[in-house]
């Protein structure tokens, strides 16, 4: 059973910065992705990766403040958020999947962690 574990969530002002970590229990995935869930909002995708090749992608709305890396050596996936604002607050979920026929900004995921909240004051 993969297992995916995220860290790294918290409080910050407006303005600052934060770096998500997510923890895979094993290395299968061919993408993986951040996404995010505001209360009384619908899920949303936030970033995602290839993992063979290293392409990403992001929500129109986060282009330029934030950034999705992997380090396939010890199966970790990163977010790095930098000019963070009220509205980037939210519970934000990693999750993978082996299949390779979907967009990364699908949500159709088999593994999803518990999530780590981020909290943006104005």
């Known amino acids: 059973q993969v297992q995916l574990s995220e860290s790294g969530g918290g409080l910050v002002q407006a303005g600052g910065s934060l770096r998500l970590s997510c923890a895979a229990s094993r290395r299968t995935f061919s993408r993986m992705a951040w996404f995010r869930q505001a209360p009384e909002k619908e899920r949303e995708f936030v970033a995602g990766i290839r993992v063979s090749h290293g392409s990403t992608y992001y929500a129109d709305s986060v282009k330029d403040r934030l950034a999705i890396s992997a380090d396939n050596a010890k199966n970790m996936l990163y977010l790095h958020m930098h000019s963070l604002k009220f509205e980037d607050t939210a519970l934000y979920y990693c999750?993978?999947?082996?299949?390779?026929?979907?967009?990364?900004?699908?949500?159709?995921?088999?593994?999803w962690g518990q999530g780590t909240q981020v909290t943006v004051s104005s």
């Open positions: 999750a993978g999947d082996e299949r390779t026929s979907y967009r990364v900004d699908n949500p159709r995921y088999d593994y």
